[in-house]
């Protein structure tokens, strides 16, 4: 059981990290106008600086 505990934890911080970098790419997109390229269901899209959410959670697919 400790060894799931361990994956459970690095996973979070994982997670965290991801979170993190996340918010970085935000605030410098905004800082040089320019738009953030994601995919979404298949379809490239551009969303400009001033709407891009600060902050994202991670939703796990099943």
Do not use: C, W
């Not at 320019?34 to 400009?48: A, N």
Request: overall charge positive; cysteine-free; glycine content about 4%.
């Amino acid at each position: 059981m400790g060894s799931k505990n361990k994956i459970d934890e690095q996973t979070q911080k994982i997670l965290t990290g991801l979170e993190r970098s996340y918010q970085k790419l935000v605030e410098f997109k905004k800082y040089k106008k320019s738009p953030l390229i994601i995919e979404k269901d298949g379809v490239i899209m551009e969303i400009q600086p001033e709407k891009i959410l600060p902050t994202t959670t991670y939703i796990a697919h099943s």
